[in-house]
């Protein structure tokens, strides 16, 4: 069996198990940018860095389906781009809360389940990514709380 047929088996595993299939992705994203965007938390840091939000969604639906199903239709490096971002744990817990709201309110629990498991393994490599840049190594567990700096 080739890798393109493994892919689609597992593809089409996940879509019998979840419910989970690319117009579902698609409303998500659709609904949890929104809540982004609308967010006093982490609103600012995806509004002052995101001009034209089409290619970002189309961007972000390539990867949730990428890795909800395993689709291969992202191709990016999300590491990179998160690293200059002004963030720490309180930013990925409230990322993690709105896509948590926005799951169950639109999937089944099977569905927001796969989707969590998923978004909180990302969440924690993000998190683990941005304290190694700022030259922070955390330990099991620990999480990475910026240094406010005071101006005198």
């Not at 189309?58 to 689709?71: C, E, N």
């Not at 239709?73 to 963030?87: F, I």
């Not at 304290?131 to 990475?144: D, K, S, T």
Request: hydrophobic share 40%.
């Amino acid at each position: 069996m080739s890798a393109a047929e493994r892919r689609a088996e597992i593809t089409s595993a996940i879509r019998a198990e979840t419910g989970i299939d690319e117009a579902l992705i698609d409303r998500i994203v659709d609904e949890f940018y929104t809540r982004v965007r609308n967010d006093e938390l982490i609103g600012p840091i995806f509004n002052t860095r995101i001009a034209d939000w089409g290619p970002h969604l189309r961007q972000m639906k390539a990867f949730w389906s990428s890795v909800a199903l395993m689709s291969g239709e992202y191709h990016g490096q999300p590491m990179r781009k998160h690293l200059p971002l002004p963030v720490d744990a309180q930013h990925f817990d409230r990322w993690l809360q709105l896509f948590q709201e926005t799951v169950n309110d639109l999937c089944t629990p099977k569905a927001a389940e796969h989707f969590m498991e998923r978004a909180r393994r990302i969440a924690e490599s993000l998190e683990l990514g941005i304290a190694g840049a700022n030259g922070v190594m955390l330990a099991r567990g620990a999480r990475f709380k910026r240094v406010e700096s005071s101006v005198s």
